[in-house]
């Protein structure tokens, strides 16, 4: 990761304990200087940061040590007058499902350490896996009621309902090492490890059980995508393996003869999958009603797709002019052609919850379509939808829209997270990541600290662990 800290006293620093810091990328580009008291804290140092490259997440280290926001500058050594912080960016990780399917949050922290609310049956107490969830924690994947946390070492640590996953004791031998993905669809796990093998968990029917495809899941896999029932697997030899519940996808073998090469991303949505290939053409299976059959759109998914995202019941494919396809439930999204206009060019991305869509486009605006109510509707926050967004996150049925500015927009059912006036405060700046459960949010700011809303019994109500999430935190992820 490194760079490095040198770094020597330049003759003419003349005021009493300041200190001249410049901010570099990996490749040494500089981003920012200036100077600052050695009684100040990291924060301003991440906001700068942060403010050059508002898209993306970043680290900040001094020479190999990873920093924190809520570190002061008197840690540095005193007899230097300048020192050379690291800035390394990176996207965050995508969610399997793009919008909350469960009814809890589970963050981890700087230090590796876990901490989780919302509904204890579902993932929200994990009393039960606390020493195990003490340090090192890389990434947390989450169904509807449960939790998979992968560690440094590539084990995997599970919480929650145990028929979806929340126990692994049956596959907990080949959980203990080597694990470099886990994916999740409503009621169980698949696990990626690093030599390509596949190890599933969870509710059978629902792709817990991969027995009768066991023999191709034993080496090549490189990702495993999710849907609401069944999973696919990508191979390196660009082919598609799947397994689940078979109306929804488990089943590809009316597709069988596209799926043998080429495939280079697989999204899931309710109840189907679409395959983009590397020639940018698409294929799609699954239930034909909720996005299987894309027919009617099929002369525009021939080339040129660059990314492909479901909600339950529809898909949206970017296409690398910028455009927007979209196919499935009409009542859901599948059907655009109210914003057609405004879907023409520009779009970065899209986001998901259960039955609307809102892509950003390039310019930062956003554009919303779908079931109006549940956040296809914008018109209520148009004003401060048209310039500056940088991510959109959905429970079922809300969005939530992160400005350059850290602050943040909501909008579509109240009851779900639409109506954050109650932590209006605190959502004015400051925010670097939001996530969704079924029906909450929660921000993740520069300092470390977590903001919740929406329904309490959904992770709203993060009071039980208030303390824990004043500082810290690094990511959150919601089932």
């Known amino acids: 990761m490194a760079a490095t800290a040198l770094i020597h006293k330049p003759p003419d620093q003349k005021a009493e304990g300041m200190l001249h810091i410049s901010l570099v990328g990996v490749g040494g580009d500089k981003i920012a200087e200036g100077t600052w008291h050695r009684s ?19 680290s900040l280290f001094y020479g190999l040590m990873k920093l924190n926001s809520q570190m002061s500058l008197e840690f540095l050594d005193q007899n230097l007058g300048s020192v050379l912080l690291t800035v390394c960016f990176f996207k965050a990780a995508k969610k399997e499902q793009p919008f909350g399917v469960g009814l809890a949050f589970a963050a981890i922290k700087d230090n590796g350490s876990v901490v989780t609310w919302g509904n204890a049956d579902h993932g929200g107490d ?66 990626v490890k690093e030599d390509g093998s596949v190890v599933t968990w969870g509710t059978a029917d629902r792709g817990g059980d991969s027995s009768l495809v066991a023999d191709k899941l034993q080496e090549g896999v490189l990702q495993v995508a999710g849907n609401g029932f069944a999973f696919a697997a990508i191979k390196k030899d660009g082919s598609v393996v799947t397994w689940g519940g078979a109306y929804h996808g488990g089943d590809s073998s009316s597709v069988t003869d596209k799926l043998q090469e080429g495939v280079v991303q697989v999204a899931g949505n309710g109840h189907a999958f679409a395959a983009i290939k590397g020639d940018g053409s698409v294929v799609t299976w699954g239930y ?26 529809a898909f949206a494919a970017v296409r690398e002019d ?9 009542t859901s999204g599948g059907d655009s052609s109210s914003v057609a206009d405004n879907l023409q060019e520009g779009v970065a991305q899209v986001a998901g919850n259960y039955s609307a869509f809102a892509a950003v486009k390039d310019n930062g605006s956003v554009v919303t379509w779908g079931y109006a109510a549940s956040g296809g509707d914008s018109s209520s926050v148009a004003d401060k939808l048209h310039e500056g967004v940088v991510q959109v996150a959905g429970t079922s049925n809300a969005f939530a829209a992160v400005k350059e500015d850290g602050s943040v927009v909501t909008w579509g059912d109240p009851a779900y997270g639409g109506d954050s006036s109650s932590v209006a405060d605190k959502l004015q700046e ?34 039980s662990v208030v303390d824990k999430l004043q500082q810290g935190v690094v990511q959150v992820a919601g089932n």
């Not at 910028?322 to 009409?330: A, F, L, P, R």
Request: hydrophobic share 45%; proline share 1%; aromatic share 8%.
């Open 126 to 191: 994990s009393s039960s896996v606390t020493d195990k969830l003490q340090e090192g924690v890389v990434q947390i994947a989450g169904n509807a009621s449960a939790f998979a946390a992968v560690k440094v070492n590539g084990s995997v640590v599970t919480w929650g309902m145990f028929f979806s996953g929340g126990d692994s004791s049956s596959v907990a031998e080949k959980l203990q090492e080597g694990v470099v993905q886990v994916a999740g669809n409503v009621n169980a796990f698949a696990a």
């Open 322 to 330: 910028g455009s927007v396809v979209t196919w499935g439930k009409h």
């Open 288 to 313: 034909a009603d909720f996005g299987a059959d894309s027919s009617s759109v099929a002369d525009k998914l021939q080339k040129g797709v660059v990314e492909v995202l479901g909600n339950t019941s």
């Open 40 to 58: 100040c804290k990291m924060l301003e140092l991440f906001r700068i940061a942060r403010r050059s490259k508002p898209r993306l997440q970043i």
């Open 430 to 463: 400051g925010v670097v990541q939001v996530a969704g459960s079924y029906g909450a949010f929660a921000a993740v700011k520069v300092d470390g600290s977590v903001v919740t809303w929406g329904n309490a019994a959904n992770g709203a109500d993060s009071s």
